[in-house]
């Protein structure tokens, strides 16, 4: 998904907007979540961008994105860009840790 959300629109409220543009934001990850996995796949991962523009976006993590977009328009933007790419994850096991364990080193 690449997006840019527009804040003013005349004869609509700010603060609608937002709200429904967090409301697509969220919808749209729900949807990719929901999608069925790739074989050997654990989970779906996300790359996400955020920013005034497409040209100068920052990566955020997914759990980041409200927060990015609420820090935009505190600071006054009248439109943010949002992108979000599903893929594939796949979990890494944990180390070991060696001071847990039973087994001398």
């Known amino acids: 998904m690449k997006k840019t959300y527009t804040l003013k629109i005349e004869g609509k409220n700010r603060d609608r907007l937002l709200d429904a543009s967090k ?9 990719e979540r ?12 996300f790359d996400c961008k955020v ?15 409200m927060a990015a977009v609420d820090a935009l328009v505190t600071d006054g933007a009248d439109q943010f860009y949002v992108e979000i ?17 039973d087994i001398a080193p």
Do not use: M, Q
Not at 51 to 61: N, P
């Open 23 to 31: 409301h697509d934001i969220r919808k749209y990850v729900k949807r």
């Open 34 to 45: 929901s999608k069925v996995l790739p074989e050997g796949a654990d989970f779906w991962d």
């Open 51 to 65: 920013g005034i523009s497409d040209a100068s976006c920052a990566t955020v993590h997914v759990a980041e994105i």
């Open 85 to 101: 790419n599903s893929k594939p994850g796949h979990r890494a096991a944990r180390p070991v840790a060696l001071e847990n364990s």
